[in-house]
Structure formats: C-alpha cells, structure tokens
C-alpha cells in the first residue's frame, strides 16, 4: 500500500487535480490564463512553462490525459526512480508546450495548456525502451539516423491519428518523438544506465 501512494502517477495525478481547482479558483479573479496558460512571448509568464503541463481547459480535457496517463505512468515508473519520472514528465511536457506555441502558432497566436505532450513522451519511451524494441533495432542493426527518421515517421502518423479541432499536434509530435529517442537510448532505466544509441 505504502508503493501505491509513492507512485509517481498518482502524485502526478493529484498534481493535475491540484492545478485544476487552482485554476478555478484563479478563473473567478480574471487570473488562471497568466498563472497556467503557456503562450507567446514566454517570457511574459516564465512560469506556464511548467504549469501549463499540469493544467487543463477543462473537466474532460483533464479526465482524457489522466486516464492515458493511468495505463502508461504505471509501465514507465517501474522502470525508473519517482524523481527521474517526474522530471522526464516535466520536461518533456514543457519541451512540448514551448514546441506548440513557437511552431504550432505560425499561422497565428498560439496558446497551450495540458499535460499530453508528456504523457506522449511516455507513451514513445515505452515504444521504444522495451526489451522487444531494443532487440529488434539491434539485431537488425539499424542506424541512428535511420532510427530517428523511423520514430519521427511514427510520430507523424500517430500525430494525424490524434488530430481533431483545438488538439495541440506539435505538442503530441514533439512528446512522442521525445519518448521515442528517450526510449531507445534507456534514459530513465536505473539498471542498465550504459546503454548506447546504436
């Protein structure tokens, strides 16, 4: 019982329910866009960098990421340390959000709130971090750059797949491609810290 309540996925699930209500409440002062809103220039509110990755638009917005983070946190956290979970969760989802607004807003301004950027990095870490993954590019020797166009191929397809009105797609791609390179050369595995990119 005492793992269950140190699980990196439930800590960051209580994070998004956390962040949630505090966005409600700041909503009622005219706030909750400058606190947990990520958009262009970033430099305005540094802080959405990191906050925008908890935050959610709204209570199924909020239950779709959390649900997917439900069936892939719990693979991925066995694999690694409740630090290294949170921070890969955190930077990859603040990479992805910076990503969306900078290249996502080139047809206008751009502005980004929710946590599937990262938990598409999760999803693309255990694609490519699994046992099955690493013996198959091994044995069939697959170059480095050939690898990284086959994950940036997959992330494409993958990101059509998920595409939809007010879905933030460079934040998905980039999260997966994230995942995928992350996956591949073992980032998170405490075990096997060595292993190289081949």
Do not use: C
């Not at 979970?85 to 502005?111: N, Q, Y």
Request: proline share 3%.
């Amino acid at each position: 019982m005492s793992s269950l309540r140190r699980s990196p996925t439930l800590e960051t699930l209580a994070a998004f329910v956390i962040v949630y209500i505090l966005q409600r409440l700041t909503a009622l002062a005219g706030l909750a866009a400058v606190l947990f809103v990520l958009s262009a220039p970033v430099s305005i509110a540094p802080w959405t960098v990191v906050t925008s990755v908890y935050a959610h638009a709204n209570l199924a917005h909020l239950f779709g990421n959390a649900l997917a983070l439900v069936i892939v946190g719990p693979l991925v956290a066995r694999r690694t340390t409740r630090l290294r979970f949170h921070l890969f969760f955190v930077s990859t989802g603040a990479i992805a959000g910076i990503a969306e607004v900078w290249f996502g807003g080139l047809v206008g301004a751009r502005a980004v709130l929710g946590a599937s950027g990262a938990v598409f990095a999760l999803m693309g870490y255990l694609l490519a971090g699994n046992r099955v993954s690493a013996a198959l590019f091994d044995r069939i020797e697959v170059s480095p750059r050939m690898q990284l166009v086959l994950f940036v191929g997959l992330a494409v397809v993958v990101t059509i797949a998920t595409w939809g009105p007010g879905i933030a797609l460079v934040a998905h791609f980039t999260g997966l491609v994230l995942g995928l390179i992350a996956g591949r050369l073992g980032l998170l595995s405490v075990t096997n810290r060595n292993r190289r990119y081949k």
